[in-house]
């Protein structure tokens, strides 16, 4: 009798945590959360949360300030007002323009050292390409209809940009060079004697002990703008020659000059065509301004204020 007793006491027991776990799953706060709603379309937590690691600010909300929460919210829903053009226009994209982009976006890296740089942001692969594939649609469809609102540049417009903006075509003398610092003239000695034998910067500082944690791109360099003494160093030197160590106040350097270029005036007829895109991604910029204030103004758009405000959703 008592281990009857014992047997309904433990299902009964069972039965009461069951229907307290019901309850309270039932009563609390859904995982994924909609945080805000575009023609019908729900923007949840977590594509807010992919999003945000996405653009390398990690996947937490409340650790962001409200204007971030605005920006990257505000970005989610214009991205969802183009998307929706697209689907009532039925475009969409060839695979192939989303495997080219991310082919260029990855660096070569192999699948598993970038998965785990993604992981390492927080976000998935899976998350990482879908974002890729919706941002890369939104600006196929914004790029559509924008097309006839683009207004014909004229030369008029060409020649009074050039003439209130002539000092942007008057470039100086430049070097183009690829340059590393280093703490002990030793180092910098070994480095240079590596790379006056044909060694990579990169690989030669690996060689000589010292590896530099990014790849050293060659930077365009006008006079003014680095220390005298490395300036005269840098200008003198012919395409392809290294120099090193120089001296500074900030320790050892280590250059080599690839290109020269002398200094120039440009004509309008040389800047027309750079001017002419100028004016172009100009009017672009306005118009696709224009274009998602018209989108919002006719979509039905409900934002978790609360949200915005404190970063928890509703």
Known sequence: MLVKNIKKIRQLALLICALLLGLACSSGQ?????IALVQGQSIL???FHAQSAFMGLGNDP????????????????????????????KIDLDAQELNRLEVSLRHGL??????????EQGITYEQWREILRAQLLAQKILDMLLLPRIPRITTEQISNYYEQHREEFSRPEQVLAQ?????????????????????????????????????????????????????NVIFALQPGRVA??????????????????????????EAAEEI????????????????????REQAKIWIDERFLSTGQAE
């Open 179 to 231: 340059h590393a610092l280093f703490p002990t003239r030793q180092v910098a000695q070994k480095v240079a004697d590596f790379m006056r034998k044909g060694t990579d910067l990169k690989q030669a500082a690996s060689q000589a002990g010292s590896p530099l944690e990014e790849d050293v791109e060659p930077t365009w360099l006008s006079r003014g703008v680095i220390p005298k003494s490395l300036e």
């Open 244 to 269: 090193g160590p120089v001296a500074s106040d900030y320790g050892f350097h280590v250059i080599r000059v690839l290109a020269k270029r002398p200094a120039q005036n440009l004509t309008l007829s």
């Open 30 to 34: 859904p995982q994924n959360p909609q």
């Open 45 to 47: 937590l977590e594509n």
């Open 62 to 89: 409340m650790a962001l300030t409200a204007d971030m929460r605005f920006q990257i919210l505000d970005l989610l829903i214009e991205r969802e007002l183009l998307l929706d053009q697209a689907q009532k226009l």
């Open 276 to 295: 002419q895109r100028t004016l172009i991604r100009q009017a672009k910029e306005d118009m696709s301004a224009l274009l998602l204030d018209e989108l």
């Open 110 to 119: 192999e699948d598993e050292i970038f998965e785990r740089k993604l992981i």
